[in-house]
């Protein structure tokens, strides 16, 4: 990371901490603003948080380890999460998840070069009457099997 794009980071992230306060009660707000904005939240993003809250770097690393919807590296522009919960398991999900890896020549947790699709499990979507059930981003796609899955992936490769 360039130096004058880390110090217009560290202005942001300050911008944030002055908006929401150094309460630890802030910091999954601040995260999210961060992860808004830039898709992901670096490592030096996560030290510069942690210094003006003047908290552990590793707290800040938990949070956003905990919660799936903070990423520390940067994802695809499609993320696609195949529900790895025990209904979809049991309706055809590992048909689907060989399927779709093989169709982008990635495993789960990883990212095509292209930086287009980023491939992940989740927990239970909801639909468990309907699976094996897959997201693309914030759209809900059920009933699976491997070649409906395919032409989903075709329409955003
Ligand atoms: S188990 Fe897959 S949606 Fe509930």
């Known amino acids: 990371m ?26 999954l707000q601040i995260l999210q603003a961060i992860q808004g904005k830039h898709k992901y939240i670096s490592d030096f993003a996560q030290q510069e948080v942690a210094r003006m809250m003047d908290i552990h770097p590793v707290e800040v690393n938990s949070i956003v380890s905990f919660y799936a919807f903070l990423y520390s590296e940067p994802k695809g522009r499609y993320i696609v ?17 060989e399927a779709v890896q093989r169709e982008l020549g990635i495993s789960f947790g990883q990212t095509t070069k292209d930086k287009r699709i980023t491939l992940e499990f989740t927990n239970c979507l909801g639909m468990c009457d309907q699976g094996p059930a897959m997201l693309v981003n914030e759209k809900v796609y059920t009933k699976l099997d491997p070649e409906t899955a395919v032409n989903i992936l075709s329409e955003i490769k």
């Open 2 to 27: 360039l130096v004058l794009e880390k110090n217009a980071l560290s202005e942001e992230i300050e911008n944030l901490v002055g908006e929401f306060g150094k309460d630890r009660s802030a910091l």
């Open 81 to 97: 999460r195949l529900c790895q919960t025990i209904s979809c398991d049991m309706s055809g999900k590992e048909e689907v998840a």
